[in-house]
């Protein structure tokens, strides 16, 4: 795949000037010459193949070629809501949920969680989303959206959506039911594309019962993912793939 670039604003005409971080990373880091061909693409969903005319210190001005219409998006419309764990694990989760094709990605708050992303973890999150869609050829950019309560977020999955809460089937609270290992519910090639899941991770200390309770109540599905308990990250891309790769 040739070197993708990003331009934060809708391409419209047959130039574009690139400047900030993608100028910086194409004359400075690629050491880029005029007549050298890159493909940008500005989240709309195609893409366009650009020859490089002038290269200074501050911007790189290109020639654009028509949109390409490519789609690499997963079938399923995958919503990821998770207690965001610490540090490096975060930019590891975001990268990772951009590579599987999560559309989009919502911190939650949670009772025992730690690490609640400030406006510019935020910033650095969605630096790491354009990272990572530059590397894996996504049109789209995963949408990181601000974080939502626990109960905000488990209301809002939409009619007809699928709802997983991941949960270790020995952590059911005494009241509930049991959480249902991934081989009994409907394989992901059932469903039809476009279907919206929505899925639920915990924070390192887990949920609380009333939380599972909140979240039973609005019909989602606890499910539980093997008998090792898995970190937020691991749970919650373990899950995602199993439904975008499925
Ligand atoms: N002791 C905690 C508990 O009671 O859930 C462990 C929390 S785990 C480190 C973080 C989150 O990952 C959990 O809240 C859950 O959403 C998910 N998780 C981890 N292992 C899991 C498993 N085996 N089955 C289902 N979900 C799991």
């Not at 690139?18 to 100028?23: F, I, V």
Request: charged share 25%.
């Amino acid at each position: 795949m040739a070197d993708r670039y990003f331009v934060s604003q809708p391409i419209a005409g047959d130039r574009v000037v690139l400047s900030e971080a993608e100028a910086h990373h194409l004359a400075r880091v690629m050491r880029a010459q005029p007549g050298d061909e890159v493909v940008l693409f500005d989240g709309t969903g195609g893409e366009y193949r650009a020859r490089l005319e002038q290269v200074t210190r501050h911007e790189v001005r290109l020639s654009v070629g028509p949109r390409l219409e490519i789609d690499r998006e997963a079938r399923l419309r995958v919503t990821l809501g998770v207690a965001l764990p610490k540090g490096d694990r975060q930019r590891w989760l975001i990268e990772k949920a951009v590579e599987l094709g999560v559309a989009r990605l919502i911190p939650l708050e949670t009772q025992r969680g730690v690490a609640q992303p400030a406006a510019n973890t935020l910033e650095r999150l969605a630096r790491g989303v354009i990272e990572a869609a530059k590397q894996c050829g996504r049109n789209r950019l995963m949408e990181v959206a601000a974080a939502a309560s626990w109960s905000s977020f488990v209301g809002a999955a939409p009619g007809g959506s699928v709802r997983l809460l991941a949960h270790p089937a020995g952590e059911m609270p005494a009241d509930a039911g049991a959480a249902k290992p991934l081989s009994l519910l409907s394989p992901p090639h059932s469903l039809a594309a476009q279907t919206e899941v929505w899925i639920a991770v915990g924070p390192e200390g887990g949920l609380t019962a009333d939380e599972v309770r909140a979240a039973l109540d609005q019909d989602w599905q606890a499910v539980d993912l093997g008998a090792r308990i898995l970190r937020v990250e691991t749970a919650a891309l373990a899950l995602a793939g199993a439904y975008l790769l499925g």
